[in-house]
């Protein structure tokens, strides 16, 4: 069974840094596309980065430069490094599974941590 | 990039009703459709990827539809446990991988 957990989130100043992380089991974080999807406090589900299996990185343009989404494969461990944080960056976020490198299904998820920008 | 719309935006129902929500991709997109729930405080769930196909486990009252541009998500007889917000996602070809704005079914 696939379990994704994350870790990382908190309370953190404009323009500051903080690093995400999803532990998984069930699953090679090496092999698998995995990806960073967020939800403001009362908004939907917004997209932000994934990591294929093959290593290419994607992002969505409202963190491209900002954010920096990476893997250790020994920890078998997902990551997103968030840097110059601002107040709309205020949200859960998820770690996904998708199906496969070709078929951007999300089908399996963490319980999500929260990241709160604030002053 | 790809914008997906939905609606109604919100949408109140009694238990045994069917309900209908659409999804509508700013292009073609194929079948390269997906289907969400989302229960308040908890993560989404997948129901029904590329387009029709539904993931095992989740019930046969719910049915997706659709490619191209125009899809549907049905819930047939409706269940206490079916209140909840859908989103629909498209993966057509490179990212962003939208997500549709969501439609959260409410009893009435």
């Known amino acids: 069974e696939v379990q994704l957990v994350e870790s990382g989130g908190a309370l953190v100043q404009p323009g500051g840094s903080l690093r995400l992380a999803c532990a998984a089991t069930?699953?090679?974080?090496?092999?698998?596309?995995m990806s960073w999807v967020r939800q403001a406090p009362g908004r939907g589900l917004e997209w932000v980065s994934l990591?294929?299996?093959?290593?290419?990185?994607y992002y969505a343009e409202s963190v491209r430069g900002t954010f920096t989404i990476s893997r250790d494969i020994s920890k078998n461990t997902l990551y997103l490094e968030m840097s110059s944080l601002r107040v709309e960056d205020t949200a859960v976020y998820y770690c996904?599974?998708?199906?496969?490198?070709?078929?951007?299904?999300?089908?399996?998820w963490g319980q999500g941590t929260l990241v709160t920008v604030s002053s | 990039d790809i914008q997906m719309t939905q609606s109604p935006s919100s949408l109140s129902a009694s238990v045994g009703d069917r309900v209908t929500i659409t999804c509508q991709a700013s292009?073609?997109?194929?079948?390269?459709l997906n289907w969400y729930q989302q229960k308040p405080g908890k993560a989404p769930k997948l129901l029904i990827y590329?387009?029709?196909n539904l993931k095992r486990g989740v019930p046969s009252r719910f049915r997706g539809s659709g490619s191209g541009t125009d899809f549907t998500l049905t819930i047939s007889d409706l269940q206490p446990e079916d209140f909840a917000t859908y989103y629909c996602?498209?993966?057509?070809?490179?990212?962003?991988?939208?997500f549709g704005p969501g439609t959260t079914v409410d009893i009435k």
């Open positions: 292009q073609d997109i194929s079948n390269y």
């Open positions: 069930g699953l090679s974080v090496g092999t698998s596309s």
């Open positions: 990591i294929y299996s093959g290593g290419q990185t």
């Open positions: 996904a599974r998708a199906y496969s490198s070709l078929q951007i299904i999300f089908d399996s």
């Open positions: 590329d387009a029709s």
């Open positions: 996602q498209q993966y057509d070809k490179l990212p962003p991988f939208t």
